[in-house]
C-alpha cells in the first residue's frame, strides 16, 4: 500500500538535545510538508520542499531544519534552538505543490521535551 | 491579515441529523478549498476539493458549497451516524501555486 511513514510515533526529548523526525512515502509525490500542530492552534507550515534538493521556510521555521536529498524522505530535525518543540508534528505530500490536489499525511509524531 | 475562521470549536448533533460546518475566510482569493478529517492522535484525512468556480460538490453523505462572493464554505454530513464524529478542517490556497493554510477545525460528535 501507498502512503506516508512517519517515525518514531512518540519522541522525548532532553533540554538542548536536537532531535530527528523521519518522514518516508512511496507515492512518488514531488511535494513535501512539514506541519506543526498545538491545542487550539490548528495546523502551521514548518518547511516545505517541491523538489529533491530544494525546499523552503514556512510560517515558523525558526528553530528546525529540513533535507531533501532523496525523492522518498524529508526528515525534520528540532534543535535545540527551537525553545517549545512539545507539539504533534505531521509530514505530508502532495503530487504538486498547489492546492488543487488534496495532501497525503502520515500519522504524526509526538514530540514531548522532558 | 488572511484569516481563516471555522466557526465553532464544537458542534454536537444527533444521529440521523443533518451536520453543516462553516469555513470562513478573510483576505484570501482560493482557486481550491478542501475540507479534511481528523481523528484524535492522527493525522488529516482528504475528503473534498472544491474549485472557485464550482458552487457545490458531493461525495457520498458528504456536500461542500463554496460561495467566493461571502468567502465562505458549508461541509454538509447528512444521516449522521456517530462514527462521524471527529474534528474537521478546512484548507485553502493562500495564492496561486502556493501551499494549503489550515483552519483551526470544529470538533464534531455525534450522539447516538
Known amino acids: 500500500d501507498g502512503g506516508i511513514t512517519q517515525s518514531p510515533k512518540y519522541l522525548f526529548r532532553k533540554e538542548g538535545q536536537n532531535v530527528t523526525l523521519s518522514c518516508e512515502q512511496n507515492l512518488n509525490h514531488d511535494a513535501m510538508y512539514w506541519y506543526r500542530q498545538d491545542p487550539g492552534q490548528g495546523l502551521r507550515l514548518i518547511y516545505y520542499?517541491?523538489?529533491?534538493?530544494?525546499?523552503q521556510k514556512g510560517d515558523i521555521a525558526e528553530g528546525y531544519s529540513v533535507s531533501r536529498e532523496k525523492k522518498e524522505s524529508f526528515p525534520l530535525t528540532v534543535t535545540s534552538a527551537q525553545k517549545n518543540p512539545t507539539a504533534f508534528y505531521l509530514c505530508a505530500s502532495s503530487p504538486s505543490g498547489t492546492g488543487r490536489i488534496g495532501y497525503t499525511f502520515g500519522s504524526g509524531t509526538r514530540l514531548t521535551v522532558v | 491579515s488572511q484569516k481563516i475562521e471555522q466557526n465553532s470549536e464544537a458542534l454536537n448533533i444527533q444521529e440521523g441529523k443533518t451536520a453543516t460546518l462553516t469555513c470562513n475566510y478573510t483576505n484570501y482569493s482560493p482557486a481550491y478549498l478542501q475540507w479534511y478529517r481528523q481523528d484524535p492522535g492522527r493525522g488529516p484525512v482528504f475528503l473534498l476539493l472544491?474549485?472557485?468556480?464550482?458552487k457545490e460538490k458531493r461525495k457520498e453523505r458528504l456536500k461542500v458549497t463554496f460561495d467566493t462572493t461571502l468567502k465562505q464554505s458549508l461541509f454538509h454530513i447528512t444521516a449522521s451516524q456517530p462514527a462521524d464524529s471527529a474534528t474537521y478542517l478546512c484548507?485553502?490556497?493562500?495564492?496561486?501555486?502556493?501551499?494549503?493554510?489550515f483552519g483551526k477545525g470544529i470538533t464534531l460528535s455525534v450522539r447516538p
Open positions: 520542499s517541491q523538489i529533491v534538493n530544494d525546499f
Open positions: 484548507a485553502l490556497e493562500a495564492g496561486a501555486n502556493s501551499k494549503l493554510t
Open positions: 472544491i474549485r472557485e468556480n464550482e
